[in-house]
């Protein structure tokens, strides 16, 4: 088969070794793909390599491409730009793609108008207008909004109304009860009108403190001038000051302007959250999803992040918190600063302790909280769900859709306490009464344990459709998918389970992790899912799902096996066996714990804390012993029944299948 690159292939030594930035289009003039480089022939021969060398989403994009077009620029930073400027005007489908920052109001200012005024909007183009935000709750925005106006009187009419007064030299309506301040109420010159804008706009920027004490300095003018009128209108805008400050929580100092990123990424989708932090308050934050088309690293990720978070006429802060330098942060930082100009430099930075570090962790901590809410609203979308069925049941070429899937996942520790997880979803959605445990006593690899799982899994099947019977459980129903977290040699191994088993009907698929393609058996190929696709989103979880349940399980043998172990020292009985483990709070820390940190422990002496070192020994050399509850685990979706569902005694009663 011809490759289809040669088309757009560029002749040796024609691409330039300066930097500069490239793109790919289609056979339609559609961009697919923007990218920059500092070495343009470097960068661009990655894409012209052997097409099984290359990465699957690259070999699908250089697959499509038709035509490849590069511009040369004299720097780095002048590349970054330019790159972003491209992405945002062509829209690329295999870049970074931005969802829900659109979705936050903005407090802005119109200063290009004769007469500014403060509204709110979620329209970013506004031309000439002064940004602020953006702000997460609009109800609260509007209470902002209110007292902003009475500290600051500008301007609320629309501009129909502020021309028909302007040109009769009648107040306009809003003007005659006293709700618009502008020079359409004939009680300002538009020259004045625009310093009370400029000031709240300084005061919006962190100007805080300046602003409280010039309107206070000027009642007690106006009282000790007995010109109370004033004095009383003076106090009812430091009032609101004071009420607009109490708002924002003080978490840096009063000098202190900067927004902080935070990035939580996992293989299809990464979120991002902004806090905006102006005079040491959080004025606003937000956040938003990204879907990773390429195989970009966080440092990618968080310099496409940081570029879409200034678009248009939002200015970036004198500095930039972010939890790991992105790609490129000289450039960045040269980028950013060109859109401050005449006000010094933008430095982004990783906090390490303090104040500014536990601000960065609540950021990340939001971005974490914010994909988990996406996945979940995603997962439990049933129009979603029937979508990521139906692709299934095309992309495996099966007869009918996946209504009941299965996957099994295998766990281990070094190659020792072997066990096995089975999960069920059912339309979608977990069915946590169906899930399974087996101990593998004796494997040689992990094939082999999946050959062992699948052929006693296969041997249930053959029981049930034998006998007739639909006992409780997993055995009601067959599956319709089979799912085995791996790859080809993984599926090889499942194949042939249910080939000896005589089972033809059910389909299988093996999942592989880094790249999340899926191998189908005697295929040398994988079946690759788009990075948006909803199946591939229902494959990645009930695979993350198999494998929590499995190291769930495999910690649990673990915590069991040493409260064994522990049990065989003379003197130490199960309430102290209990009693150590709550203390330590975790086996490594149990194992790694000297003679004395023992001997602290409730109920334990020097001698017995020497009795119980040597009865455990040291752990193997590279032996690590995980830690319960460090692995982050696929939160439940409404509706989803318990774990414990699978230690009740009916449960008990039907086995976990360790000795079939």
């Given at each position: 088969m011809p490759d289809s690159r040669a088309v757009f292939r560029p002749a040796q030594g024609e691409i330039p070794t300066a930097p500069g930035v490239y793109r790919f289009s289609d056979k339609y003039g559609r961009v697919l793909y923007i990218g920059k480089a500092k070495n343009l022939r470097a960068r661009l021969a990655n894409y012209f390599q052997p097409m099984h060398s290359l990465m699957p989403r690259t070999r699908r994009m250089v697959t499509l491409a038709a035509k490849l077009d590069w511009t040369v620029v004299a720097t780095d930073t002048e590349s970054l730009v330019l790159e972003h400027t491209w992405i945002t005007e062509?829209?690329?489908?295999?870049?970074?793609?931005?969802?829900?920052?659109?979705?936050?109001?903005?407090?802005?200012?119109?200063?290009?108008?004769?007469?500014?005024?403060?509204?709110?909007?979620?329209?970013?183009?506004?031309?000439?207008?002064?940004?602020f935000g953006p702000y997460p709750k609009v109800w609260a925005l509007r209470e902002t909004t209110s007292l902003l106006q009475q500290a600051f009187p500008i301007r609320t009419c629309n501009d129909a109304d502020y021309k028909r007064a302007m040109?009769?030299?009648?107040?306009?309506?809003?003007?005659?009860?006293?709700?618009?301040?502008?020079?359409?109420?004939?009680?300002?010159?538009?020259?004045?009108?625009?310093?009370?804008?400029?000031?709240?706009?300084?005061?919006?920027?962190?100007?805080?403190?300046?602003?409280?004490?010039?309107?206070?300095?000027?009642?007690?003018?106006?009282?000790?001038?007995?010109?109370?009128?004033?004095?009383a209108r003076l106090r009812d805008q430091?009032?609101?000051?004071?009420?607009?400050?109490?708002?924002?929580?003080?978490?840096?100092g009063h000098d202190v302007n900067l927004d902080v990123f935070g990035l939580r990424a996992d293989e299809l989708a990464a979120a991002a959250h902004q806090f905006i932090i102006r005079g040491g308050r959080i004025r606003g934050e937000r956040s938003w999803i990204?879907?990773?088309?390429?195989?970009?690293?966080?440092?990618?990720?968080?310099?496409?992040?940081?570029?879409?978070?200034?678009?248009?006429?939002?200015?970036?802060?004198?500095?930039?918190?972010?939890p790991l330098?992105?790609?490129?942060?000289h450039a960045l930082e040269e980028a950013l600063s060109a859109r401050r100009p005449r006000r010094g430099r933008v430095r982004v930075r990783v906090p390490e302790r303090?104040?500014?570090?536990?601000?960065?962790?609540?950021?990340?901590?939001?971005?974490?909280?914010?994909?988990?809410?996406?996945?979940?609203?995603?997962?439990?979308?049933?129009?979603?769900?029937?979508?990521?069925?139906?692709?299934?049941?095309?992309?495996l070429d099966m007869t009918e859709a996946p209504l009941r899937i299965e996957c099994i996942d295998v766990s281990h520790l070094q190659g020792t306490g072997v066990v096995a997880s089975l999960v069920v979803f059912e339309d979608g959605l977990p069915a946590k009464g169906a899930y399974r445990k087996y101990r593998i006593e004796e494997t040689t690899d992990d094939t082999d344990s999946i050959f062992q799982v699948v052929s006693r899994r296969a041997a249930q099947l053959n029981l049930a459709k034998e006998t007739g019977e639909q006992p409780s459980g997993i055995y009601r129903d067959r599956p319709?998918?089979?799912?085995?977290?791996?790859?080809?040699?993984?599926?090889?191994?499942?194949?042939?389970?249910?080939?000896?088993?005589?089972?033809?009907?059910?389909?299988?698929?093996?999942?592989?992790?880094?790249?999340?393609?899926?191998?189908?058996?005697?295929?040398?190929?994988?079946?690759?899912?788009?990075?948006?696709?909803?199946?591939?989103?229902?494959?990645?979880?009930?695979?993350?799902?198999?494998?929590?349940?499995?190291i769930t399980f495999q910690r649990q043998r673990r915590s069991t096996s040493i409260a064994s172990r522990l049990s065989e020292v003379p003197g130490l009985g199960p309430k102290r066996v209990q009693g150590l483990l709550r203390h330590f709070g975790s086996v490594t820390r149990l194992?790694?714990?000297?003679?004395?940190?023992?001997?602290?422990?409730?109920?334990?002496?020097?001698?017995?804390?020497?009795?119980?070192?040597?009865?455990?020994?040291?752990?193997?050399?590279?032996?690590?012993?995980?830690?319960?509850?460090?692995?982050?685990?696929?939160?439940?979706?409404?509706?989803?029944?318990?774990?414990?569902?699978?230690?009740?005694?009916?449960?008990a009663a039907q086995g976990e299948e360790d000795g079939q």
């Open positions: 062509f829209k690329p489908p295999f870049n970074v793609q931005f969802k829900d920052d659109k979705t936050y109001p903005y407090l802005a200012v119109t200063l290009r108008e004769e007469s500014p005024r403060l509204i709110i909007t979620r329209n970013e183009k506004i031309r000439g207008a002064r940004y040109s009769s030299g009648k107040p306009c309506l809003a003007g005659q009860i006293g709700r618009c301040h502008g020079p359409c109420s004939q009680l300002i010159s538009i020259e004045d009108h625009r310093t009370r804008a400029e000031e709240l706009v300084a005061f919006l920027a962190g100007g805080d403190s300046s602003q409280l004490r010039t309107l206070q300095r000027e009642m007690r003018d106006a009282a000790a001038e007995q010109r109370y009128e004033d004095a430091v009032q609101a000051v004071e009420h607009v400050l109490e708002k924002n929580a003080v978490v840096l990204v879907d990773v088309e390429l195989d970009d690293s966080p440092g990618t990720l968080l310099e496409q992040v940081i570029q879409s978070a200034y678009e248009g006429d939002r200015e970036p802060p004198p500095e930039i918190l972010v330098l992105p790609e490129g942060d303090g104040d500014k570090a536990q601000l960065m962790e609540r950021a990340v901590l939001n971005a974490g909280e914010h994909l988990i809410r996406y996945k979940m609203k995603r997962a439990a979308d049933l129009t979603a769900r029937t979508d990521a069925l139906a692709e299934l049941q095309r992309a319709q998918l089979l799912i085995v977290d791996g790859g080809e040699p993984q599926v090889k191994a499942a194949a042939r389970a249910l080939a000896a088993a005589g089972i033809t009907d059910i389909a299988l698929c093996g999942v592989a992790k880094r790249l999340e393609e899926l191998w189908l058996p005697g295929d040398p190929f994988p079946v690759i899912l788009p990075r948006t696709s909803e199946a591939l989103f229902l494959v990645q979880r009930v695979r993350d799902e198999a494998h929590r349940f499995a194992r790694s714990a000297s003679v004395a940190e023992l001997s602290a422990a409730p109920g334990m002496g020097p001698k017995l804390a020497e009795q119980v070192l040597a009865h455990l020994g040291a752990p193997e050399q590279g032996e690590t012993v995980p830690d319960p509850g460090s692995d982050p685990e696929i939160p439940d979706l409404p509706g989803d029944a318990p774990d414990a569902k699978l230690d009740t005694a009916a449960d």
